[in-house]
């Protein structure tokens, strides 16, 4: 038996304890929509892309990684892993350095890759190149967008760092990965103060004022603004919410947003198109294309960086 929200009266939810999904006959929220495809080959159907409801037996670490971060992510860790992430806390590192360090990593919560994720990153970063040469910063923006996970190897479990990110502070978006059920044992699910459609939060606030869970997204934004980086707002607006996909797929939070946020949307819905679909066998030559990154970098993001 799982823990379920029940409307009880408007902006307010019950938690009840009810069967999953499956048992329902509902459609897990994750299912339902996904980016429209970029126009280039994908290695496979679109529709087996972001698949969490038919996971093969050496994929469950992706399942067990959400139930995780669903029952651990709370608005108090979140606020308090905002707190303990300064400049400096990790070290000083140029982009290269740090792109090297996350080559360590593989995501445990991503279905469609077991690559390291500087090989993402990269597949991410050409394929964006291919589809915008005028827009040379959006390219960077694929390259660096999870050199956040850098924390997975620095002491925080990967259900603190990498998925799918949500709004903590308030009534739970309902297409959430893995559903509501998913957060049986978090506390905040039971605490008045967050049952509320808007919670801790005014109407319109804007996303810069609520507290998503945390994870590498909000930390690399952090990172790039406090260390002064040139990029757009659009770029760094992309970094800081390309996991917040019950928002920028499903509309999930809109009633939290700011006129700012909705004039981004459509930039973070194109950019996880191309984080999400360059995924696959195909692998750049790293060697022929960093010299293109690293001008990038120079322009934008130059020298060590406070991490």
Same mark, same amino acid.
């Given at each position: ?62 399942? *067990? ?41 593989? /995501?445990?919560? /991503? ?19 291919? &589809?915008?040469? /005028? ?10 967008? *999870? ?12 259900? &603190? ?39 801790? !939060? ?49 509309? /999930? ?21 191309? *984080?999400? !679909? ?9 060697? &022929? ?10 322009? !934008? ?7």
């Amino acid at each position: 038996m799982l823990l379920l929200a029940t409307p009880e009266s408007e902006g307010m939810f019950r938690f009840v304890l009810g069967p999953d999904f499956t048992t329902m006959g509902l459609e897990d929220p994750s299912e339902i929509y996904r980016p429209k495809p970029p126009q280039f080959e994908l290695d496979k159907a679109a529709e087996n892309f972001r698949d969490y409801e038919n996971l093969e037996d050496d994929m469950c670490r992706v399942r *067990d990684t959400y139930y995780e971060m669903h029952k651990n992510q709370t608005y108090q860790f979140a606020c308090s892993q905002r707190e303990k992430y300064k400049p400096g806390i990790i070290g000083e590192y140029t982009i290269m350095e740090m792109m090297e360090v996350v080559a360590k990593i593989v /995501d445990e919560s /991503d279905p469609d890759t077991s690559l390291p994720n500087n090989i993402h990153m990269y597949q991410t970063a050409e394929r964006i190149r291919e &589809a915008y040469p /005028d827009h040379p910063w959006f390219a960077l923006v694929g390259l660096i967008h *999870d050199l956040g996970k850098v924390l997975a190897l620095h002491g925080e479990p990967q259900w &603190a760092v990498v998925g799918d990110i949500f709004v903590t502070g308030c009534q739970l978006g309902p297409s959430v990965v893995f559903g509501l059920p998913s957060f049986e044992g978090n506390p905040d699910v039971i605490d008045e103060r967050f049952m509320t459609k808007y919670g801790v !939060y005014r109407p319109n606030c804007g996303l810069e004022n609520v507290v998503t869970s945390w994870g590498h997204d909000e930390y690399m934004y952090q990172v790039l603004t406090r260390n002064k980086s040139t990029l757009p707002p659009e770029g760094l607006y992309m970094i800081r919410y390309h996991s917040l996909y019950p928002w920028h797929h499903h509309g /999930d939070y809109d009633y939290l947003c700011s006129d700012t946020d909705r004039a981004m949307l459509p930039w973070v819905q194109k950019f996880s198109s191309f *984080d999400l !679909y360059s995924k696959g066998e195909k692998i750049p030559d790293v060697a &022929a294309v960093k010299p293109f990154y690293e001008d990038l970098i120079a322009k !934008y993001c130059p020298g060590k960086l406070l991490w």
